[in-house]
């Protein structure tokens, strides 16, 4: 039997059971179905991918290993590659550098930078918003964070001419 959306749906709902956003939000409900929606148009594996990206980040110190994921566990459960690949990449491993480590594995893979540009924009508009309480905290992830990010992931996007082209806004 085949993984399916609402299979990964399912699977993020249980691994980020407990969890919440910084402010103090459900992490599926706030943050990853809100991604997979905005993803969905562009496939059953992006909105997998989407509401997946973080059960590998999320999960890895979790003190029960029935609730921890990494890539193998993944592929067990019958997850397609691609979106196994693609969860993968918009990980960040401990210690690395955020835009030396996940922003340029996601640039290069294209369902991982279809999935980091989406998340992105996300980031991008919650900053607006932050912006009305903290504008220094805002400007700092605008301009230090997701704005370089993002320029990196469009050249990327723009530059794949199999797979690109999606998202150049």
Do not use: C
């Amino acid at each position: 039997m085949a993984f399916t959306v609402p299979d990964a749906h399912l699977l993020a709902l249980a691994a980020h059971e407990g969890q919440v956003d910084r402010d103090g939000h459900d992490h599926y409900l706030a943050s990853l179905r809100p991604l997979a929606e905005m993803l969905r148009p562009h496939g059953p594996e992006a909105e997998m991918a989407g509401v997946l990206r973080d059960v590998l980040a999320l999960t890895r110190d979790h003190p029960d290993p029935a609730r921890r994921y990494d890539v193998d566990r993944l592929r067990a459960l019958g997850v397609p590659e691609a979106v196994v690949a693609a969860v993968d990449a918009v990980t960040p491993r401990p210690g690395e550098p955020y835009m030396g480590g996940s922003v340029r594995r996601a640039a290069a893979d294209p369902l991982g930078r279809l999935v980091m540009l989406v998340g992105n924009a996300l980031d991008l508009a919650a900053s607006e918003a932050l912006a009305g309480t903290d504008p220094d905290k805002a400007r700092t992830l605008r301009e230090g964070r997701y704005r370089p990010a993002r320029r990196i992931l469009l050249a990327a996007e723009a530059a794949d001419r199999l797979h690109g082209r999606r998202i150049l806004v």
